[in-house]
């Protein structure tokens, strides 16, 4: 049987704490084992009611004798292996750095490339390549990217960008705003000059 776990009134709040909010799942019945432990309930009944054996109970209250809290949080081994490779990512980012293309063909062309690969999500896709610099904009369906002769963080003249051949102010008047000609602090970009009055 294992021996009796003394607390202080320190030690039992944190351990309640931990049993309840701990973002990992694994360490929540940890700590209930140790605090049932410390109530007198043997091994066997704690093992049945958590789900683990009890050579498990007896390995969590090893732990906490001798290091203490740091003896419970030990050992978190992260779940599954991620899907997404770093080989996977290093394709992608290849693939998203040649040519602007929406996030479907990104992870076509990493399949076709690694066949043997395990199925990703294109959410995990996306994450990766925002970690890498490339940021996904969903309503262009294609990665941000300076465009070629573009000075960085401002856009080039509007001759240059693709599909603007004409700047604002060579658009005519639309109907309704002759009345903001007269206005003193009315702005070039709504009355166009030559336009009828």
Known sequence: MCPHIEFTDVERLTLEELSRHHPFGDFRPRALG?????????????ADILGV??????????????RGLM????GHQGGRPAQLTVTLL??????????????????????EAHPDAPPFSLDRLAVGLKARGLSWKRTRLSLKKTLPGAIRGRSPE??????????????PVLPGRERFREHPECPAVLVAEGSPA
């Open 90 to 111: 290093d394709t992608a980012e290849a693939v998203a750095r040649s040519e602007p293309c929406p996030l479907k063909d990104i992870a076509r062309r990493v399949k």
């Open 71 to 74: 003896g419970l949080l030990n």
């Open 53 to 66: 054996t009890s050579q498990t109970v007896y390995n969590w209250a090893k732990a906490w004798r001798t």
């Open 158 to 171: 509007p001759d240059q960008r693709p599909g603007r051949g004409t700047c604002r102010q060579d658009r």
């Open 34 to 46: 140790v605090l049932a432990l410390s109530q007198g309930h043997r091994p066997r009944l704690i």
